[in-house]
């Protein structure tokens, strides 16, 4: 069975940072893409970034330079690194596995396991 557990969420500054975690369990971790996303209350699922097997990444343009994707093999965690944070980055962080073959990173229905989320505030 499949488990990706979100942590490190909370409320911080603007200007300050956090650090996300996603312990993923029951899955190849190594062998597929993973990704973060973000939602606020009645918007869509926004990809935030992405990183697959071969290391390389991807960035929503809004937080290019800001946060970092990364991702430990030996720990089965995928990580977020979030600096400069503001207040538009408030909203429920959710961790994504195994984007399907041709998908798209930035898209919800490409990705086929979800995590339950972790939130974080941002106050100015």
């Known amino acids: 069975q499949v488990q990706l557990v979100e942590s490190g969420g909370g409320a911080v500054q603007a200007g300050g940072s956090l650090r996300l975690s996603c312990a993923v369990s029951?899955?190849?971790?190594?062998?597929?893409?993973m990704g973060w996303f973000r939602q606020v209350p009645e918007k869509k699922r926004e990809g935030v970034a992405a990183i697959c097997y071969d290391g390389t990444t991807d960035y929503v343009d809004s937080v290019k330079g800001r946060f970092t994707i990364s991702k430990d093999n030996a720990k089965s965690t995928l990580y977020l690194e979030m600096n400069s944070l503001g207040p538009e980055d408030t909203a429920m962080y959710y961790c994504a596995a195994d984007l399907r073959p041709g998908g798209r990173w930035y898209m919800e229905a490409d990705w086929r396991y979800w995590g339950q989320g972790t939130q974080v505030t941002v106050s100015s």
């Open positions: 029951g899955f190849t971790y190594s062998s597929y893409c």
